[in-house]
C-alpha cells in the first residue's frame, strides 16, 4: 500500500468518509505540509483543525507513536514500512513534538528542530487565525545578532541573542531602549526568536507604527543555585528553592547588562529599561526585577504567575502605590484562557485597585503555550516604553526629541498642551470599584450570534443582562463599542462591565440595563488582523450593520425598551468616533452618547451638529472624556467648543490619564451612572 493510501485508511479510521467507525469527529482533508518542514518534506502536515499528521519510514519498529500535547497516538504501518498517525486537534499555533519508536524518543527528520523540554526536537506550527502579526511580511526588518561573552560569575562562555530594530545600522546617532525577554523552562536564548518569533512581531508592529523601537536581549536563563547543581523538585519542599535565581541575577545585572549597555547604542537609565518573560522566564522577571527597581521600569510576566500582593510582597515595595509608580511604568501579567485566566484577572484588577499601573492579557482558547507568548509580547510591545509622554523613548544626539509614532495605540503618548475647560468634572474612581463583589446579585455575560445582511456573514456580539434579568419586565440598552484593535471582547477584556454594573446596581447608583458589545468591523474576515488601520471602511460599514442587524437581532431576543429613549451609545477610541459620527446622526434612534478618547474618525463638529436646536432637544446627554496624556485630546476638545458656543449641554471630563483601559474604565464607571436617569440622579461633580 502507498503511504497515501494509508493516511486515506486513517482518515476513514477516524470518520472523514462519513462511515466513522468510531465516536471521533470527522477530520477534515485539508492537509498541507507545515510551515517549520525541512526544504522539500511533506511531512508533518497539519490540517484547519489543527489535526497533526505524521509520517516516518522505519521498516523495522513494531511499535511507533506520535507523542505530541501530552498524549501519544499509536501510528500505522503499511507494507513498505512507512508508519502514518494523526493527532487530535491541536490549540493554534507553535507545538514541540517527537516520535516513540520501540520505546525510543526520537526527533521527527522531516522537521526543523527547536530547543524546548531540555533537548533539540521537532516542532509543527498548526494555523491560526491571527498568525498576520507574526508572519514574515516586506517590511523594513531588524537583525538578531548572536552575542559570545565570558561569564566570570559562571566561569563558562555563553551567549545571548540581541535584536535590533530596522533603523540601528543607519539612524547612528539614536540611542534605544532595551527589553531583556527571558524563556521558559527547559528552552533556551533561542526560543524567542525561533519559536517566538519575536523579531517578525516587532519588525510589523514597528512598520505599522504601533511600537517604539527598542532592543531585545534573550539571554539563558538555565539556573542552579549558587554552587551547586540544580536539585529535583522532591514533595514536600518549595519549589523554585531559595536562591534559585540568584545566579542569574548576578550574571544580569553585573555581566549582561553593562556589556550590552557598553557595545550597543542604549539608553542605559531605568525608565528605558524593561525585563519580561514567559513561565520560567517570568517567575525570573518577578524575583529579579521587582527587587531591582533602580534597574527595571517596566515588567511584563507571561503565564508566571503574577507580582503577589500589593501590600506586602516583595517586602512591601508596592505598598506606597505613588512611590512605586514612580520608579515602575508598567506591570504587565498575562496567560491563556485554559491556563489560570481568573487568578491573573483578579490580581491585576487587585494591583489597579492599590493605585499600581497594571495591565491584564488574556490569550483566547490557548494553554501554556507559544500562541499565548507570542500574543502575550505583542500586547506587551505595544505599551512598553510608551508610558512616558514627557520624554521620547528612543534618542538622537540632536537636540530636537524623536518623533513618537504617529499611530501609537496605547499610548498615543505626545504632550498635550491643557486648556482652560480641560479639567475632570469627576473625582477618581472609589478603591475596589472594578472588583468582583461578594453577596450581591450578579448578572449574566453571553456570547450570542446574529445574521448581518450588511456583511453577509453571521456574526457575535456579547451581551450583559443585568441580575435578576426578566422577560416579565422591559430594559434599556446601552451599546458598546470598541477600538481599533479590538472586537467584541475588548470591553469586556479591558473594563469588566459586568463587574461595574453589579457593583453599582447593588449600591442603588445606576439603572438595570442590557449592555451589548458587538464587532464594529463589518467585514466578513472581522478580526483584528494585519494592518487594523485599513480596516477604516468596515468601520463606516458597521453604521448599517448597527441600526439594520444589531438592534433588531437585540430586540428580537431579549426584553428591551425600544424607544430612542431608552437607546444609548458609547466607545472608546475608534468606538468613540463611531459613537459621535453615528449617534449624532441618528437622533431618532439614540438619546444618550458617551465618546472616550475619540480617534481621528470622528467627523468635524460642524458635520456632527449641523442642527444645533435640534441636537440641544432631543439629546438627553453627550458625554465626552479623554485624558491629559493622551495626543487625541484636541480631537473631543473641538466638540466640546462648538456644543459650548451653541450652548448645547454636554459634560466635558479631561482627567489625568492616557490613551488607555484605565481612562476607559474610568469613564465608563461614570457614564453608568448617568445614562438613562434624570439629571437630579446624575452623580454631584467635583467641587
Known amino acids: 500500500m502507498k503511504p497515501q493510501g494509508l493516511v486515506w485508511l486513517?482518515?476513514?479510521?477516524?470518520?472523514?468518509?462519513?462511515?466513522?467507525?468510531?465516536?471521533?469527529?470527522?477530520?477534515?482533508?485539508?492537509?498541507?505540509p507545515s510551515p517549520l518542514n525541512q526544504p522539500g518534506r511533506q511531512y508533518p502536515q497539519v490540517n484547519s483543525e489543527g489535526r497533526v499528521l505524521a509520517q516516518i519510514?522505519?521498516?523495522?519498529?513494531q511499535n511507533v507513536f506520535l507523542d505530541i500535547g501530552g498524549v501519544k497516538y499509536p501510528m500505522t504501518k503499511n507494507e513498505e514500512g512507512v508508519w502514518t498517525g494523526m493527532s487530535a486537534p491541536q490549540d493554534e499555533g507553535f507545538h514541540y513534538y517527537q516520535l516513540i519508536i520501540d520505546g525510543a524518543a526520537v526527533p521527527d527528520p522531516g522537521t526543523l528542530y527547536f530547543y524546548g523540554a531540555s533537548r533539540w526536537g521537532s516542532g509543527v506550527e498548526t494555523p491560526a487565525h491571527d498568525q498576520d502579526f507574526y508572519a514574515l511580511k516586506d517590511v523594513p526588518h531588524g537583525q538578531v545578532r548572536q552575542h559570545i561573552y565570558f561569564s566570570k560569575i559562571t566561569n563558562s562562555f555563553r551567549r545571548c541573542f540581541v535584536y535590533t530594530p530596522p533603523d540601528y545600522e543607519t539612524n547612528l546617532s539614536a540611542r534605544y531602549p532595551v527589553l531583556y525577554l527571558q524563556h521558559g523552562g527547559g528552552e533556551d536564548e533561542t526560543g524567542w526568536s525561533n519559536q517566538g518569533r519575536v523579531n517578525l512581531i516587532m519588525d510589523n508592529l514597528l512598520a505599522e507604527g504601533r511600537a517604539v523601537p527598542f532592543l531585545i536581549v534573550m539571554e539563558n536563563g538555565t539556573w542552579t543555585a549558587p554552587g551547586q547543581p540544580r536539585p529535583?523538585?522532591?514533595?514536600?519542599?518549595?519549589?523554585?528553592?531559595?536562591?534559585?535565581?540568584?545566579?542569574?541575577?548576578?550574571?544580569?545585572?553585573?555581566?549582561?547588562?553593562?556589556?550590552?549597555?557598553?557595545?550597543?547604542?542604549?539608553?542605559?537609565?531605568?525608565p528605558y529599561r524593561a525585563m519580561a518573560g514567559l513561565s520560567m522566564g517570568g517567575m525570573q522577571t518577578n524575583v529579579i526585577a521587582m527587587r531591582n527597581l533602580d534597574v527595571f521600569s517596566h515588567i511584563g510576566i507571561f503565564s508566571g504567575g503574577t507580582v503577589g500582593d500589593p501590600a506586602a510582597a516583595h517586602g512591601g515595595v508596592m505598598a506606597n502605590a505613588e512611590e512605586f509608580n514612580k520608579k515602575v511604568k508598567l506591570i504587565f501579567e498575562s496567560c491563556g484562557s485554559k491556563e489560570n485566566p481568573d487568578v491573573i484577572r483578579n490580581h491585576v484588577e487587585q494591583l489597579k485597585a492599590a493605585g499600581i499601573n497594571a495591565v491584564c492579557y488574556i490569550s483566547p482558547n490557548t494553554a501554556h503555550e507559544w500562541q499565548t507568548w507570542r500574543r502575550s509580547f505583542y500586547q506587551f510591545a505595544q505599551l512598553v516604553f510608551q508610558t512616558d509622554s514627557k520624554s521620547p523613548a528612543v534618542s538622537a544626539a540632536s537636540s530636537e526629541p524623536a518623533a513618537p509614532p504617529s499611530r501609537r495605540p496605547g499610548g498615543f503618548g505626545q504632550p498635550v498642551a491643557l486648556e482652560a475647560d480641560?479639567?475632570?468634572?469627576?473625582?477618581?474612581?472609589?478603591?475596589?470599584?472594578?472588583q468582583k463583589r461578594d453577596g450581591i446579585p450578579r448578572g449574566?455575560?453571553?456570547?450570542?450570534?446574529?445574521?448581518?445582511?450588511?456583511?453577509?456573514?453571521?456574526?457575535?456580539?456579547?451581551?450583559y443582562t443585568p441580575p435578576n434579568y426578566s422577560s416579565e419586565r422591559k430594559y434599556p440598552v446601552l451599546y458598546l463599542l470598541h477600538g481599533?484593535?479590538?472586537?467584541?471582547?475588548?470591553?469586556?477584556?479591558?473594563?469588566?462591565?459586568?463587574?461595574?454594573?453589579?457593583?453599582?446596581?447593588?449600591?442603588?447608583?445606576?439603572?438595570?440595563?442590557?449592555?451589548?458589545?458587538?464587532?464594529?468591523?463589518?467585514?466578513?474576515?472581522?478580526?483584528?488582523?494585519?494592518?487594523?488601520?485599513?480596516?477604516?471602511?468596515?468601520?463606516?460599514?458597521?453604521?448599517?450593520?448597527?441600526l439594520n442587524d444589531v438592534i433588531p437581532a437585540i430586540e428580537s431576543r431579549y426584553s428591551v425598551q425600544t424607544g430612542r429613549e431608552h437607546r444609548a451609545l458609547a466607545g472608546l477610541s475608534m468606538g468613540g468616533g463611531q459613537t459621535l459620527n453615528f449617534g449624532l446622526k441618528h437622533?431618532?434612534?439614540?438619546?444618550?452618547?458617551?465618546?472616550?478618547?475619540?480617534?481621528?474618525?470622528?467627523?468635524?463638529?460642524?458635520?456632527?451638529?449641523?442642527?444645533?436646536?435640534?441636537?440641544?432637544?432631543?439629546?438627553?446627554?453627550?458625554?465626552?472624556?479623554?485624558?491629559?496624556?493622551?495626543?487625541?485630546?484636541?480631537?473631543?476638545?473641538?466638540?466640546?467648543?462648538?456644543?459650548?458656543?451653541?450652548?448645547?449641554?454636554?459634560?466635558?471630563?479631561?482627567?489625568?490619564?492616557?490613551?488607555?483601559?484605565?481612562?476607559?474604565?474610568?469613564?465608563?464607571?461614570?457614564?453608568?451612572q448617568h445614562v438613562f436617569r434624570s439629571p437630579a440622579d446624575f452623580p454631584k461633580p467635583k467641587s
Request: charged share 25%; net charge negative.
Open 444 to 463: 449574566r455575560l453571553e456570547m450570542i450570534e446574529y445574521d448581518s445582511k450588511t456583511v453577509g456573514t453571521r456574526r457575535k456580539m456579547l451581551v
Open 10 to 32: 486513517i482518515l476513514l479510521s477516524i470518520g472523514l468518509s462519513g462511515r466513522a467507525q468510531t465516536d471521533a469527529p470527522a477530520a477534515k482533508d485539508d492537509f498541507r
Open 422 to 434: 480641560d479639567k475632570p468634572v469627576f473625582d477618581e474612581p472609589p478603591a475596589g470599584f472594578n
Open 484 to 546: 481599533i484593535g479590538g472586537d467584541e471582547t475588548e470591553w469586556q477584556r479591558f473594563a469588566s462591565p459586568d463587574v461595574l454594573m453589579d457593583n453599582l446596581l447593588a449600591d442603588g447608583r445606576a439603572v438595570p440595563m442590557i449592555l451589548v458589545m458587538p464587532n464594529g468591523r463589518a467585514q466578513p474576515n472581522d478580526r483584528a488582523e494585519g494592518n487594523v488601520f485599513s480596516h477604516a471602511p468596515a468601520f463606516e460599514r458597521f453604521e448599517q450593520d448597527l
Open 57 to 61: 519510514s522505519a521498516p523495522q519498529a
Open 232 to 270: 529535583r523538585r522532591e514533595e514536600g519542599r518549595p519549589w523554585p528553592p531559595p536562591g534559585w535565581a540568584d545566579t542569574f541575577e548576578k550574571v544580569l545585572l553585573q555581566e549582561v547588562i553593562p556589556m550590552i549597555d557598553r557595545q550597543y547604542r542604549t539608553r542605559a537609565e531605568q
Open 587 to 672: 437622533l431618532d434612534k439614540f438619546a444618550w452618547l458617551g465618546a472616550f478618547s475619540a480617534a481621528p474618525n470622528t467627523k468635524q463638529p460642524a458635520e456632527l451638529v449641523p442642527d444645533p436646536d435640534k441636537t440641544r432637544t432631543q439629546l438627553k446627554l453627550l458625554y465626552l472624556a479623554c485624558g491629559s496624556q493622551d495626543g487625541l485630546l484636541p480631537i473631543s476638545r473641538r466638540l466640546h467648543y462648538y456644543l459650548k458656543e451653541r450652548n448645547i449641554p454636554h459634560i466635558w471630563h479631561v482627567d489625568s490619564h492616557g490613551h488607555d483601559p484605565t481612562e476607559w474604565q474610568n469613564n465608563l464607571y461614570w457614564f453608568l
